[in-house]
């Protein structure tokens, strides 16, 4: 018998087909695996769904359970690490923020302290505190010069001895803390060592619990094997769901969820109910969809608010929501590690729907309203058994259940639009936990979550004043005049993140929000600029002067030895210098530090010119550029004749950034800086970004004067020039 080959290719497509429905009918959707189908209408014109039957919904859960078998046998799944003393915590650890280590509430750059319990007390007042943190101190800043991921912990204030210090007082409050690491850092330092090895040897000196794969689609066995081989076991969370069989090690993960109406089942939390996941949306305003989410699933939420400098902050009623959820989620943690736990659980009312949590002898339900509107009456019926008791927890009550006509019992109970509810199902009295948790309940309850504001509102930045000069009407040596003039001051944020949000880069004192795109007519007084940036010899005649020592001398001059630069160097620009740094030695020396639009204007002119020089491209006009693991350092100021702008001010761009302006919002303080730098390091496009282009600036975030100070950026300064009626 001949087969035709179309005939072979259908019957491998049926039996493709028939493989993937043995497996299950309901195919999980990335990290989420879909509700059953009677809850989808049948035609376009349908506005709704019904509810769906008994049957329905034991069809769809034989269907999932069986997938959830299989797909065990098929990954040899062994939960062994859920097991680990160390790593237990993770399965009640429900609120993380991921925190850059520039909020302001984190670390106060005036006293050099790290304020924990400022920041936490904080976090607790506005909804309710937090079960871990990951600080992250490395992207968006990192790239600027060659150190990587883990020479920026180092750089954090106190170096590591501080670092130990800051998560001992995080412990103290009972919150674990992780770090990030980054694999697609391969182009600044190498670190000496195989990543999983240096990774595992840093967490474990300083005493963190945990590790955060950014942009990884699972963390690898091997970075777990080796915090385990040095006795620190380490909790790893992928941002993205890895393959299922690394569900093993990876006992946390991000959730990247859809949210249609009716709840998705994670996957990974349905293959090993002990799993967490931290549901991240950051950019969303409305977080309604991540805590309904979270609480039907019984995980946490990333509670994510200062995005890069960019402040999300949870609005009144979000805040009040998490409050409520984090209270119920953690005081029945041990029910939502349930392995019998049951999703989409046959609810009376449409749009209502839960998820339920056998645990010996009781049972809890997690409950959640998708509807914008409120349900009040009868909403769970359940098979009767005299001597059960049913409780409210979210409203602190105890239900009286009603017989139906079947002779179920039925509970009735209220849930507000995109509300909550949850249930307890025993056959005594509450414990006296869940007592307790009752009482807290009832009274927050008490309001409604609709009489908070749900309102989002952007935080207003400020422009730190810079105090001017005394006028010079002479000709300061080394400096340019640059006349008065008319100009039109247009520039750009380079970001990688934030697209066209409000928010994202920075607010002058003319706008009314933070955005990344600045149009503005300005006329701008005549000022003396310095000719080249400052040098290393310069800044050594300050030192020699003022015996100038910063507080935080982490870093500072790091490239200098006893005292002094390297043999050559003296006419290359300083580095290694702060903002702070810098402006101590604008003060000795009678300047200041420009605007952000007096330095554009004195390398631009009034033309719009793309560069110093002109509109075209020269590259003997900048350094060569650095594309090593390793920094060569900058060129001598005046070593590019041919990149001089128009009124003559040189070195500009290329050769290594500039301190300008810097802003501040109640949460993080940002320098801008100009003119980019000889040093890209290669591999990925996460590395902050470049721009030699005059209409685009750069925003480093701003910590303290040890992380801030660079190997890549130096700064000049300004003289305000004596006003002369009708003239510059």
Known sequence: MRVRVSDFCAILLFAAAAVRAQDTQYQPQDQQIPAPACYAPSDAWQTGAVTCSQSDHAAWLKDIQHWRNERRIRIAYNGSRYDIPELKWTQSSFFQPQMIVEDRFFYDPVAHRYTVDRYLDDLERRYGGIDAVLIWPTYPNMGIDNRNQQDMIRSMPGGIPGVK???????HRGVRVLFPMMMWDQGTRDPGMPWPDSIARLMAEIGADGVNGDTQDGVPLAFTTAAENIGHPLAFEPENGPADEALAWNVMTWGQYQFPFVPMVDKYKWLEPRHMVNISDRWNHDKTNDLQFAFFNGVGWESWENIWGIWNGITPQDAEATRRVATLERALAEFLVSPEWEPLTPM?????FGSRWPLRSQTVWTIVNRNE????????????????????????VELKPDKSEAGNAVLSFAIEA????????????????????????????ATPLSAYSHEWKVLQQHIVPIAPTEPVSGSPA???????????FRVEGIEIEGSNGVGVDVEYPWEDTPRRFHDHPMHIKSFWIDKYPVTNAQFKRFLNATKYHPTDALNFLRDWSNGTYPSGWDNKPVTWVSLEDARAYAAW????????????????????????????????????????????????????SSGASPFGVMDMVGNVWQWTDEFQDEHTAAAIL?????YQPQGSMWYFPQTYKLNEHGKLLLMSPSMDRSAALGFRCVRDAEYESGKG
Do not use: C
């Open 348 to 352: 009376l009312r449409y749009g209502v």
């Open 589 to 640: 020396a009678g300047k200041r530090l420009p605007h952000e639009w007096e330095w554009q204007y004195a390398a631009q002119g009034s033309d719009g010119r793309k560069y110093p020089w002109g509109n075209e491209w020269l590259a003997d006009a900048v350094p060569i550029p650095d594309k090593g693991r390793t920094m060569h350092g900058p060129d001598e100021v005046n070593a590019h």
């Open 478 to 488: 080394d400096m340019v005049k640059i006349p008065e003039g008319n100009f039109d």
């Open 165 to 171: 210090q800051m998560i001992a007082e995080f412990h």
């Open 373 to 396: 509107y409120n349900v009040d009456g009868p909403e769970v019926e359940l098979p009767w058994q005299e001597g059960l008791r049913y409780f409210d927890l979210y409203h602190g």
């Open 418 to 445: 995109h509300g909550y509810g949850a249930l307890l199902e025993s056959p005594s009295g509450p414990a006296p936990s869940i007592q307790k948790l009752m009482t807290t309940m009832k009274g927050l309850s």
């Open 674 to 678: 100009r003119g980019g730098s000889y």
